[in-house]
């Protein structure tokens, strides 16, 4: 619980930094989307694992998210939605991005960010950035590339 919470407020710091970084915002903003309507619990369920209750949403800024909890303790899920003007920032300070082709406009993906033992796929579509995170497990990239497609089939 301690590493969701603190991955989880390393992803909104990261956020609040791009978000605040973004010298030219469009004052309509990209469209609002709800990351908890990107996956559904059953699809979350069939790739991760079995989750404890229903996820839960929250918002920063320009940025939404949807944290996913699990019956086991140790895994971990989140989806943020935002503006894609962040996309190259965290593209750049990617310590090994590994591209990933067919998911979006562009996408990417980077494994250890923020020092924290998590993968990350960063998708690019349209004017929003989709982050998809999941804690390091077998087959984490694999998990994520799955839920990544269902994601952005919803666009």
């Not at 973004?22 to 609002?32: D, F, K, Q």
């Not at 989307?33 to 920063?60: I, Y």
């Not at 140790?74 to 503006?83: C, N, R």
């Not at 920032?89 to 980077?110: C, E, S």
């Amino acid at each position: 619980m301690y590493r969701v919470a603190l991955r989880r407020l390393a992803t909104v710091l990261t956020t609040c930094l791009v978000n605040l970084s973004i010298t030219s915002v469009s004052l309509a903003g990209p469209p609002v989307v709800d990351p908890c309507s990107l996956v559904t619990n059953a699809e979350v369920e069939q790739v991760v694992g079995k989750l404890k209750g229903a996820p839960t949403a929250d918002k920063m800024g320009n940025a939404a998210s949807c944290n996913f909890e699990f019956a086991n303790g140790k895994d971990a899920f989140e989806i943020w939605v935002g503006p894609d003007d962040a996309f190259m920032r965290i593209r750049k300070d990617a310590k090994k991005p590994v591209t990933v082709k067919g998911l979006g406009d562009d996408a990417f993906m980077n494994r250890g960010a923020h020092g924290l033992d998590y993968v990350d796929l960063i998708i690019k579509k349209g004017v929003v950035l989709i982050q998809l995170a999941i804690k390091e497990t077998a087959g984490d990239e694999d998990k994520l590339v799955t839920l990544g497609k269902k994601a952005v089939g919803r666009f």
